[in-house]
């Protein structure tokens, strides 16, 4: 019940906006230019829209891509905007399409649905189109639209980018933390993929400096043999990585037993996330 009100709503709010006065925004077909910037890191396919900004989809590794319409004149959109797809000038009689409301800000930024749905129909030769109430405190509707001329070809770059980013991106192995059975130090099956994740990501990234290895124990037993249970989850994890290439004049390793908890040792859940070693990443 509440899809389809909202669905209505969007409805209503597109047959408002295309009936009411606009200043409308878009590259002419001469005009429309789609630049790719591309690394194993991420892949970044933008199109200058002229007097009006910049409109970018950004796929990073690990990540879902997502799409970025970036204003030129600050706090220029200070309203929610509505997301729709239009025929391109070439397409006459193609009905119009909702994709959904955004929230205003500095910037509008699309989920990774929407700037899906975006990509498919810039494919097809459409044009999506960003439009906002009250633009610059007036009374006219700002409209935003993509271009789709020039983009199949730059799609297929783009696509040959993403197909070649690393798995994971530098937030997603920059901290993690390996856990431990009571009494034990060797690695499960999760923890060999995860460190065989972090060391492909460190061999790929020249940027990253060093690895410090911090082991840690729970509180069950005595002090100095969680000490040394502490040592030996370290030195396992620290050999795993440089089994996988990783150099060992880059990695630090400490170990602490039972002197830094993450939680209290009050609980068998706790304890568990107290029976750790944590590999931090260092970037130049």
Not at 1 to 19: D, E, G, P, R, V
Not at 67 to 90: G, M, N
Not at 113 to 135: C, H, I, N, Q, R
Not at 141 to 154: D, P, W
């Amino acid at each position: 019940m509440i899809a389809c009100i909202k669905l209505i709503s969007l409805m209503l709010l597109s047959t408002l906006i295309s009936t009411a006065q606009a200043i409308t925004f878009r590259a002419s077909i001469d005009e429309s230019k789609w630049v790719l910037e591309s690394s194993k890191f991420e892949c970044k396919l933008s199109q200058n829209i002229p007097a009006f900004g910049i409109g970018e989809f950004l796929h990073e590794a690990g990540e879902e891509p997502l799409f970025t319409l970036k204003p030129t004149q600050r706090l220029a959109i200070k309203r929610k905007a509505l997301l729709v797809v239009e025929a391109s000038p070439w397409q006459p009689g193609t009905p119009t399409s909702v994709i959904g409301a955004l929230e205003a800000g500095r910037t509008l930024k699309t989920n990774a649905a929407y700037a899906g749905e975006m990509l498919v129909s810039l494919y097809k030769g459409m044009s999506p189109t960003f439009t906002v109430d009250g633009w610059m405190n007036s009374s006219d509707q700002l409209r935003v639209a993509l271009s789709a001329a020039n983009f199949k070809a730059a799609y297929s770059d783009y696509i040959s980018c993403v197909a070649g980013l690393l798995p994971a991106n530098y937030r997603q192995v920059a901290r993690t933390a390996v856990l431990f059975p009571a009494a034990a130090w060797t690695l499960s099956d999760s923890t060999r993929e995860r460190l065989e994740l972090i060391a492909f990501y460190v061999q790929e990234d020249k940027s990253v400096s060093a690895i410090y290895i911090d082991g840690h124990s729970d509180s069950g037993g005595r002090r100095l043999l969680n000490r040394d249970l502490s040592k030996a989850r370290a030195e396992e994890v620290t050999r795993y990585l440089i089994s996988q290439g990783i150099e060992e004049s880059m990695i630090t390793t400490r170990y602490h037993g039972e002197r830094y908890p993450v939680v209290p040792n009050t609980s068998k859940s706790n304890r568990a996330r107290n029976r750790r070693v944590t590999i931090r990443l260092d970037k130049e």
